[in-house]
């Protein structure tokens, strides 16, 4: 298919994730419907598939302890309540708020849903048989949650080694743009701000890639040294870059940094020193530990996956 000229193909507009979470869902109920426990099965099936199709494999473990761990919870809650001299609908609410506030101190990030549904359907229900009823939910739920588990492990796991590499190739380029300015012959001096933005957003890939859990898994443990190392190297260069950028005046380029700054494009006019003054030996010193760093982050880059 042909694309109009000047036209931009946009990506596709359904993730990978969104796939997954529709497998694992359909899966759960083609399981559920055979081997579920209860008539509210396709429910919480459903909920637990959802729950486990997480960004990360540890955010999927975590949601697949959460999920359990408040099914059980609710079903405790509703016990105690029941047993309390109040109307239902008072336990309800205050089981409901006991809930709400118990995630939220907890920092968990999922919606309590289950709990919340459980302990309405125990308080609302006398006839309902607590435990029977609660351990018909965990196995309803659990049946989702191995299957959504299974499906975000197995199925296309999510790898963004290559967008880490991606980002850091792209440091290059913002770091030569930032030595251009500061050498161009105006006053102005750049800010390494949008920089360390981009780092910090590395670090944060990188946080995420740690997380994953990956058939390889020693490939993975040493592309995690690898990529660590990179951000380390980088951390370093943007210490020198703040260094150049906090100078109250910069010096001009001695001739070595002059061409090899040359040498990667940059356009830089300031003339070489024919008498170093204090400003030129500091900002050649800082200048030479950014192409120095710069050239040992490719190195690492340029080394291969095993």
Request: aromatic share 4%; net charge positive.
């Amino acid at each position: 298919m042909k694309f109009p000229a000047g036209s931009v193909r946009k990506p596709f507009p359904i993730g990978m994730r969104t796939v997954k979470t529709a497998l694992a869902v359909t899966l759960s109920l083609m399981v559920i419907e055979p081997y579920g426990a209860s008539p509210a099965k396709v429910v919480f099936a459903t909920i637990g598939a959802i729950s486990a199709v997480g960004p990360t494999f540890t955010a999927s473990l975590l949601a697949c302890m959460t999920q359990i761990c408040g099914v059980t919870v609710g079903v405790l809650l509703a016990l105690a309540l029941m047993a309390l001299p109040i109307p239902p609908l008072v336990g309800v609410g205050v089981g409901i708020m006991v809930i709400i506030t118990s995630y939220h101190h907890l920092k968990l990030k999922l919606v309590p849903v289950l709990p919340c549904l459980v302990l309405v359907n125990i308080c609302l229900n006398p006839e309902v048989e607590a435990l029977s009823y609660s351990l018909g939910r965990i196995w309803d739920t659990a049946i989702g949650l191995a299957i959504g588990m299974l499906v975000n492990t197995l199925v296309f796991p999510y790898d963004n080694s290559k967008k880490i590499r991606q980002m850091m190739a792209g440091l290059d380029q913002d770091l030569i743009h930032i030595l251009e300015d500061l050498f161009d012959g105006d006053d102005h001096l750049p800010q390494a701000d949008d920089l360390e933005g981009k780092i910090h957003a590395l670090e944060g890939q990188l946080a995420l890639f740690s997380e994953q859990r990956l058939l390889r898994r020693k490939r993975q443990k040493r592309e995690i040294q690898r990529l660590s190392t990179c951000e380390d190297t980088a951390q370093a260069l943007l210490v020198e870059l703040e260094a150049l950028c906090a100078m109250p005046a910069v010096g001009r380029l001695n001739r070595e940094n002059r061409q090899a700054l040359l040498a990667l494009g940059a356009k830089v006019s300031r003339e070489e020193p024919e008498t170093e003054t204090t400003e030129d030996v500091v900002s050649n010193y800082h200048v030479s530990q950014v192409l120095r760093l710069r050239q040992k982050l490719k190195g690492q880059l340029a080394g291969r996956r095993r």
